[in-house]
């Protein structure tokens, strides 16, 4: 069980990423409730008594995300001010926030039930350099897997249009153009045709379901309205047409998806972002078994790659890395990037600062 001192740190571990990720008004929530949260209310207690590791099971983007629910719903006017950014004294901040947890308890305290579904499909703009790179390993066709696909957003990255530094890819009609600031050189251009996308979660969302767009919206944070405007409109393309997402354990449905036939001429591609620290250590050995026997059986007419984004929590940043089969079996870093899409670095400047494999419990969730 954590420490009520353990519990009120993580508050401000968020709030190191919340400044380092441009976010100041977060940063100075985060902050507030680290140094104010009080028991006055059931969420409060609860929050302050949490019986897992806080910030590996991302307590205050829990908290964050139901307190933004009811500035979105226009229920609660002090901490409205407060998410406007014109409340900025750490105890009138946490004033409001505790008086908003007394006035809305029940409304807040449900919202810890789960982990925050950050589904963003900025992350596509990042995660295409790895599946680009696949296409200029072995060819352009791809048959695309992907665990804790939430609520499917990022399965959409095959109808997606990308700028990625002045390189235009995927349709260029698309309804969304994922446009990160670029940092580097452009990506060299490559023929990419993903001809599949298939995805898995253990709490899958249904995003064209309105109350589950509201909580979406809900985690995206006041201060990036632009990616709030991009999310309504990627739940527009859902609705559509609709993506393959089931209910499924990541580790059981991958070895399925493994033992499947394999298209000649098409690479099998996993891809992940921002969910390996959420995965149980015994689900994450599985995965890692199951890609290397795969990738052992893995041959030139039928190739098998892995593409991740996952945190490193050292520099508040994303690691874009990709492996593959046969023949690139180790690790390669492609870019750094922020958590969200805003940016994406190609290239990274000294790979020894990346730390290539962490366990599960050494990532944390940046929101």
Known sequence: MATEENVRGAFHIQEFYCRHMDAPMYARLCAAIGDGLTRASRTGARVLDWPG????????????????????AGRDAGLAAVF?????????IAA???????????????????????????????????????????GPK?????IGSSAGLNLLIDRYAFDLGGVRVGPPDSPVTIRPEW???????????????RGCDVQPLDATDAAVEARLLAYVWPETPA??????????????????????????????RLAEPQAAGVTRVLMHSVVWQYLPEEVANRIRAAMAAAGARATAE??????????????????VRVKSWPGQTEWHVLATAHAHGTWVRNGILDEDRVGYDLPASAKVEAG
Do not use: K
């Open 53 to 72: 590791e806080p910030t590996r099971d991302a307590l205050p983007l829990r908290l964050c995300g139901g307190l933004h629910a009811l500035v979105r």
């Open 84 to 92: 406007a950014g014109e409340v900025i004294d750490p105890g009138a």
């Open 96 to 138: 409001a926030v505790n008086a908003a947890l007394v006035a809305h308890d029940d409304t807040i305290f449900p919202w810890l039930d789960g982990p925050p579904q950050t589904n963003e499909p900025g992350r596509s703009g990042a995660l295409i350099l790895g599946l680009m790179e696949i296409a200029r390993r072995y």
């Open 142 to 146: 791809i048959e695309l897997l992907e």
């Open 183 to 197: 940092r580097g050189d452009p990506p060299a251009p490559v023929d990419i045709d993903i001809v599949s996308v």
């Open 227 to 256: 990616r709030a405007e991009r999310l309504g409109r990627a739940i527009a393309m859902q609705r559509a047409r609709s993506v393959d997402l089931v209910r499924a354990d990541a580790a059981d449905w991958i070895e399925a």
């Open 302 to 319: 039928r190739p098998l790659g892995w593409v991740m984004m996952e945190p490193n929590r050292a520099f508040a940043q994303q690691i």
